[in-house]
T-cell receptor
Framework: AAGVIQSPRHLIKEKRETATLKCYPI?????VYWYQQGPGQDPQFLIS???????DKGSIPDRFSAQQFSDYHSELNMSSLELGDSALYFC????????????FGPGTRLLVL | GQQLNQSPQSMFIQEGEDVSMNCTSS?????WLWYKQEPGEGPVLLIA?????ELTSNGRLTAQFGITRKDSFLNISASIPSDVGIYFC??????????????FGKGTLLTVNP
């Protein structure tokens, strides 16, 4: 079965640079969530989109923005990167009739030097 | 925000043993989900629970949605070495309204000795 696709899988950036993470949800899933997971931590909710509109916002820094496109893929844009942004970033998607059942992608490991 | 208390933090068991872990909260949850995560990978959904009292199995895994809606447990029977990983409970609290962001427990690290 098709899963959530994330790219890139690994990313190395310098401080103050920008990064763009991409997420392709499972086909026919219309809701996308972004989570951040620090080393040894549980995933923390950042932001979500339903039908291309932002549906909820968590502890996402103002330096980060995201959007969902007409094909339902989503991008997380991160600017003025800081060392503390180094983490695993997960995208999850859920189907229309079971929005609370979230399927996670493999993640993007971001390292800020 | 809502917090999930997951226990135990870690378990070291022998192959073939049964395992039990649980999550509790002071808030009522609409949904309970159990995930397994291996190093450097994304959480994999194991079991989803939608109704209080619901008991669901997935192979050797069994999970239940507590009747009070404030807790859930996951059992793994006859553990095998590939069960190694971090198990997370997660849920959508009632107080979240129609939004479905997940709140996660801190995870249970399971190690299985062959």
């Amino acid at each position: 079965a098709a899963g959530v696709i994330q790219s890139p899988r690994h990313l190395i950036k310098e401080k103050r640079e920008t990064a763009t993470l991409k997420c392709y949800p499972i086909p026919r899933h219309d809701t996308v969530y972004w989570y951040q997971q620090g080393p040894g931590q549980d995933p923390q909710f950042l932001i979500s989109f339903y039908e291309k509109m932002q549906s909820d916002k968590g502890s996402i820094p103002d330096r980060f923005s995201a959007q969902q496109f007409s094909d339902y893929h989503s991008e997380l844009n991160m600017s003025s990167l800081e060392l503390g942004d180094s983490a695993l970033y997960f995208c999850a998607s859920s189907p229309r009739n079971q929005a609370e059942t979230q399927y996670f992608g493999p993640g993007t490991r971001l390292l800020v030097l | 925000g809502q917090q999930l208390n997951q226990s135990p933090q870690s378990m070291f068991i022998q192959e073939g043993e049964d395992v039990s872990m649980n999550c509790t909260s002071s808030s009522i949850f609409n949904t309970w989900l159990w995930y397994k995560q291996e190093p450097g990978e994304g959480p994999v959904l194991l079991i989803a629970l939608y109704k209080a009292g619901e008991l669901t199995s997935n192979g050797r895994l069994t999970a239940q949605f507590g009747i009070t809606r404030k807790d859930s447990f996951l059992n793994i029977s006859a553990s095998i070495p590939s069960d190694v990983g971090i198990y997370f409970c997660a849920g959508t609290p009632v107080a979240g309204g129609s939004n479905y962001k997940l709140t996660f427990g801190k995870g249970t690290l399971l190690t299985v000795n062959p």
